[in-house]
């Protein structure tokens, strides 16, 4: 209990690790972390086509929506016919939602390491110092947030390809044949999210080594002995 309190009680901050690397990226994939779930996340988007019946005037509109976790068969729309039957409930095709979540849950969970860890160098640097055990687990973690960025940002780059193809307005008036294609749907910002993915995948991997260089792999664990108080050097 005492040591709980002592260590609360000694949250002093400092700044000054911002001003070297680890500080300084560890801000960066706070930042990156957050811009690459908030792409993703709450995303929706819509698709456009048309129907033209023949003897009709007018070509009718249809939008289907969707959006994340990019659960497909969860958006119908309503397709009309042209035979004067009621319109058709029709869905989106693909679930796609596992890799959309993992890389959402990758971006969140890296973005609450980075406020713990950016905490603990701006107000507890003495107790991330002052053992070998706060190094090695900070580079052990960050070591594993650098595989799951690979692997979140590789599935999500291929589960966005997907889904362009699913929701393109030319694949979805291919078996229809008074339908002509509208616009595409806009998907800059999730093309961001797998571009902020990689960048946070080589920020992580790159600061595995100024977190390396803060453990006793690469500092000597036993300093160069000094020459005792009065001696002389020998001849």
């Not at 706070?30 to 007018?58: L, M």
């Not at 039957?85 to 796609?96: A, C, I, R, V």
């Not at 080589?202 to 453990?215: D, R, S």
């Amino acid at each position: 209990m005492d040591s709980v309190q002592t260590t609360v009680s000694g949250f002093t901050l400092d700044l000054g690790p911002l001003k070297e690397p680890l500080g300084f990226i560890r801000v960066l994939e706070w930042v990156f972390t957050i811009f690459a779930f908030a792409t993703t996340g709450g995303y929706s988007g819509t698709s456009h086509f048309t129907v033209k019946c023949p003897g009709s005037a007018d070509p009718i509109d249809v939008k289907p929506v969707f959006g994340y976790p990019f659960r497909l068969p969860a958006y119908p729309y309503e397709m009309p016919s042209c035979d004067g039957s009621p319109s058709n409930h029709t869905f989106l095709q693909g679930d796609f939602s596992s890799s959309a979540e993992f890389f959402v849950c990758v971006g969140v969970f890296g973005f609450l390491y980075c406020t713990a860890t950016l905490i603990l160098y701006l107000g507890y640097q003495h107790v991330y110092r002052q053992n070998t055990r706060g190094p090695f687990i900070d580079l052990m973690v960050t070591a594993a947030f650098a595989f799951l960025w690979l692997v979140s940002s590789s599935a999500w780059g291929k589960g966005l390809t997907d889904v362009k193809w699913a929701t393109n307005p030319d694949h979805l008036v291919e078996n229809c044949a008074h339908c002509q294609a509208g616009e595409f749907p806009s998907m800059g910002r999730l093309n961001a999210s797998v571009i902020f993915g990689f960048l946070n995948l080589v920020l992580w991997a790159g600061n595995c080594w100024f977190i390396y260089k803060e453990t006793s792999f690469h500092k000597d664990p036993s300093p160069p002995a000094t020459m005792e108080e009065g001696g002389a050097p020998g001849p």
